[in-house]
């Protein structure tokens, strides 16, 4: 099993980690006129939005090994699930299969 050389990547099943919202998320921001001229909109941070969620514990801890292959080539990676069932990727720190939320280590 190989480690992941980021800061999250010692965590282990019984650490405590801080869960925030991923503001740079669709999911947390809003759409705003851009340009009157055209009625475009763009999107931006919702600054009303609590960026910090929970605190929650690691649970399980999974490595992927990376798979070769013409057609299911996929890197490394080592994911932990927090008691939410959310399983997170060490290397980003965010949530899989969305990325609305990450972790961070606790201080």
């Not at 019984?14 to 869960?19: L, P, T, Y």
């Not at 990727?89 to 965010?94: Q, R, S």
């Amino acid at each position: 099993m190989s480690s992941v050389s980021t800061p999250l990547g010692d965590l282990q099943i019984g650490d405590r980690v801080v869960v925030k919202r991923n503001l740079d998320h669709p999911a947390h921001m809003k759409q705003v006129p851009a340009d009157p001229r055209d009625g475009g909109t763009k999107w931006v941070r919702d600054e009303n939005i609590d960026e910090s969620v929970a605190v929650s514990t690691i649970v399980e801890r999974r490595h992927h090994p990376s798979v070769t292959g013409r057609w299911l080539a996929r890197p490394a990676r080592t994911l932990v699930r927090l008691r939410s069932g959310l399983w997170y990727d060490l290397a980003t720190g965010l949530q899989e299969g969305s990325g609305a939320t990450r972790i961070e280590r606790r201080s």
